[in-house]
């Protein structure tokens, strides 16, 4: 039981980190991409 709940965890931590990590790009990409266009 311990290992499929395991095994269910897993990717939806994988899912949420890959989701953060393109919520952080874009937050960061947002502003670097103003500054060049307005340079």
């Known amino acids: ?3 499929e709940k395991a095994l ?3 990717p939806a ?3 949420l ?3 953060g990590i393109f919520a ?4 960061l990409t947002i502003p670097a ?3 060049i ?3």
């Open 17 to 19: 980190l890959a989701d």
């Open 1 to 3: 039981m311990l290992q």
């Open 24 to 27: 952080g790009l874009k937050i």
């Open 37 to 39: 266009i307005l340079l």
């Open 33 to 35: 991409v103003l500054d």
């Open 13 to 15: 931590l994988f899912s």
């Open 8 to 10: 269910g965890v897993i």
